[in-house]
């Protein structure tokens, strides 16, 4: 059998349209495309295959202006998936970039299990039918210049849109978009373009939508313009997932200025004004009585014990030697840099959305069934978004607005405070992390993991209402997180037998993945125990890795780090370099940290910040097999170093009596400036691979473990809770909106 990463030749079809419109058929031909169901090895492979009998409705538009259009059917919050299907568009259509037109796809329903963006799948899943139905508008284009030049498409050339024929005579593709339309669905068999011939694909291209971003042209949803639509707010509890018992004083915020409605909902008391400004007045003037949440009385400690309950048993001690170690990784905010919101119109009998949603299809479904409506009734249109890395994956600001708007009868721009996704929003779970390596001389022969989680929230299943609705039964969410755990897990090294097992408890939290679901603290735990075993060994931690990692491909990403980033240099004492390893969804990755500890670093004054140690050098390589866009993945790399530094010293909220202390970026201490790596460096591998592989959450993992295990050579200890930093936080919480009360328990919510 063919290789499927050989593969060129596919069907695709030419749809009934007045232009031009083509499209993938991959569920035919060759039979390695669907791959084997017997050899599926990871999440990404499933969620690729679940979309694969709907990547034909994946369509490409040439339109008589010569440009050409795409709906992408997933949602752009920043990682540049935009840009990199323009990219493929205008490899296979050999048009110039800047005429590809990218735009975000409505909710589609047809589009079953095809229309979810995470598991860094889009790519993967998107690479051949994107290419695929721009090669079938390639291939009928040309066959329209032939008839129209009285020649044969093998005497024409088609090079930046335009078509040239060997007497030299020329013609843009934009006078031929109505002629190779068709009345009716054609089969069109097309071969791709071979990777030898790719003058788009692997290069590096700045973002198609950045001079938009840093002039402010850019549209988010806040930004839209929908008539009758005002801002709106909701006062939320004190306590996570709180109900209102009453509101005392409606009628005097209702005579506020400009205050059109004050309306009890699910979540809290919405507010509509004519400026945000005066929502937030509003809603620091409301008076309610408020019923308990989900979590009351709950802090730190009490889920960690909660967790030690529920925490699964090693196996048998061996009788050989062992090391173990023991992780606590604190909840961690999911609040992205675009503050949570959505805009709706619900009238009687119809509803319209517009939100940033990566889930868009059980929105919708989700949405009408709030409102009583039947879906078809209900229209989602999804929007670019600033930031989410898995926040956007759920969709309640969406589903607030419309049930704001349903109540009130009126349009809605709903956005939530800065301090209502901290406290009320999606969080990474707490989470504990036991590991034991048996060990025999120089050989390893077994691993154990047992990974304790408050219970990850799976409820926008894959992406539409069946699998959403069996996430969330009792045993349907345990099945989901087990699948995510294991099929989102690789054992990377020569370790004998493997035990990984993942246990969740306690429902009451607002939980989702944040660049990952498992991952960086399984990972991190790993390799912090994989340092202790190559101590007891009287091995370097580096030259352990080498020769414990499995292949070839996964050795030369840890050799290049150590190459680029000196590893084994002399460094001053409170200083010290650590190197980690991850791979995920076939993909590799390693980087390689120094930090600094010292007394004068750790403790230089910081104007409203916190110092503790920094990182000083970054270096990550990666092999993501085929890369599309090598400047989208370096800004994507980057970005997960950040994440990674974060995680492993600063980042975390403190749980207190059943609410959130950290309320905003002011004391939720995400990776600034001052803790940034001076010294960064992305190493992109040469990959002969014709395929992508994942990328979005692969850098994440290896760096909080490389930070983890740089600390703890600097300092001698190894680090057991995560970020380093959560026990020695110390801030007063600020008045936010509005402030907590004195006694979060009085169920009083006071201005």
């Not at 032939?146 to 849109?161: I, P, R, S, Y």
């Not at 071979?194 to 938009?212: K, N, Q, Y």
């Not at 915020?253 to 004050?262: F, Q, Y």
Request: hydrophobic letters at 40%.
């Amino acid at each position: 059998m063919t290789a499927p990463i050989a593969r060129r030749r596919f069907l695709g079809y030419v749809l009934a349209a007045p232009i031009l419109v083509t499209a993938a058929d991959l569920a035919t031909g060759d039979p390695a495309a669907a791959g084997d169901l017997t050899e599926l090895l990871d999440l990404n492979d499933i969620m690729t295959a679940a979309a694969l009998p709907t990547s034909g409705l994946i369509t490409v538009e040439i339109n008589p202006d010569g440009t050409v259009s795409f709906a992408l059917p997933r949602a752009e919050v920043g990682q540049g998936i935009t840009t990199s299907s323009a990219m493929l568009i205008a490899e296979e259509l050999a048009v110039p970039l800047s005429r590809v037109r990218v735009t975000l796809a409505d909710a589609r329903p047809e589009l079953l299990f095809n229309q979810l963006t995470g598991a860094s799948n889009t790519t993967i899943a998107t690479y051949t039918p994107i290419r695929v139905a721009a090669a079938v508008a390639r291939r009928r284009i040309l066959a329209a210049a032939a008839t129209e030049f009285g020649t044969t498409v093998d005497d024409l050339q088609l090079k930046a849109g335009v078509i040239t024929d060997t007497t030299g005579r020329s013609a843009d593709i934009s006078e031929f978009a109505g002629k190779a339309a068709s009345p009716r669905t054609l089969s069109v068999p097309v071969e791709l373009h071979s990777r030898e011939s790719f003058t788009v694909i692997g290069r590096p291209h700045s973002r198609i939508d950045a001079l938009d971003a840093v002039t402010g042209r850019k549209k988010f949803a806040m930004d839209l313009d929908v008539a009758g639509a005002k801002p709106a707010m909701i006062c939320r509890p004190p306590t996570i997932n709180g109900k209102v018992g009453s509101v005392t004083n409606r009628a005097e915020v209702l005579a506020m200025p400009g205050v059109t409605d004050v309306v009890t909902v699910s979540t809290g008391v919405a507010v509509r004004a004519g400026t945000f400004g005066q929502c937030i007045d509003a809603v620091r003037a409301l008076r309610i009585v408020w019923r308990p949440g989900t979590v009351d009385g709950k802090s730190d400690d009490s889920v960690l014990r909660e967790l030690a309950a529920a925490e699964l048993p090693l196996g048998p001690r061996p009788p050989t030697r062992t090391v173990e170690g023991r992780f606590t990784f604190h909840f961690r905010s999911n609040s992205a840099l675009e503050p949570n919101c959505a805009i709706a119109d619900v009238r009687p009998g119809r509803a319209e959305i517009w939100a940033s949603l990566k889930s868009p299809i059980v929105a919708r479904q989700s949405i009408a069934a709030c409102l009583g409506l039947p879906p078809g009734a209900v229209t989602v249109h999804v929007t670019e978004g600033g930031g989410s890395f898995g926040r956007k994956l759920f969709f309640d600001a969406a589903l607030e607005a419309a049930e704001v708007s349903q109540r009130i009868g009126k349009p809605v721009k709903l956005m939530w405070h800065r301090a209502d996704d901290s406290r009320q929003g999606r969080t990474h779970p707490m989470a504990t992390s036991r590991v034991r390596i048996a060990y025999a001389g120089n050989l390893v022969l077994g691993y154990e993991q047992r990974h304790t989680s408050v219970t990850t929230d799976l409820g926008h299943g894959l992406g539409e209402l069946f699998t959403a609705m069996a996430a969330r039964l009792p045993i349907g969410d345990a099945a989901f997180a087990q699948t995510f755990f294991q099929f989102s897990h690789t054992s990377p090294y020569r370790f004998g037998i493997h035990s990984r097992l993942l246990s969740e408890t306690g429902k009451g939290f607002n939980t989702g993945s944040m660049r990952n679901v498992y991952s960086p603290d399984t990972t991190c735990a790993r390799e912090l125990v994989i340092d202790q075993l190559a101590a007891r060994m009287g091995k370097d931690p580096y030259r352990f890795r080498h020769d414990f990692l499995l292949d070839d491909r996964s050795r030369a990403v840890l050799c290049k780090v150590a190459e680029a980033g000196q590893w084994g240099r002399p460094m001053p004492a409170g200083t010290a370099q650590g190197i980690a390893f991850h791979a995920e969804y076939k993909a590799v990755s390693a980087t390689l940290m120094e930090i600094d500890c010292r007394p004068e670093t750790v403790n230089r004054p910081i104007r409203d910040g916190v110092g503790g140690p920094r990182i000083t050098k970054a270096v990550s390589a990666v092999d993501v097999g085929l890369t599309v866009n090598p400047r989208g993945l370096e800004a994507q790399m980057m970005g997960g170093i950040s994440d990674g530094i974060a995680l492993a010293l600063t980042s975390s909220l403190h749980l207190r009596d059943g609410h959130f202390l950290e309320a905003s970026w002011d004391n939720y201490f995400y990776t600034r400036q001052w803790n940034t790596p001076p010294d960064l460096r992305i190493i992109i591998m040469p990959s002969t691979s014709g395929q992508p592989a994942g990328a979005g959450e692969l850098g994440v993992a290896a760096a909080m473990a490389a930070a983890a295990c740089a600390y703890a050579r600097a300092t001698g200890t190894m680090p057991t809770v995560f970020p380093i930093n959560h026990g020695t936080l110390s801030f007063t919480p600020k008045p936010t909106i509005p402030p907590i009360p004195a006694s979060p328990t009085d169920g009083v919510r006071r201005a």
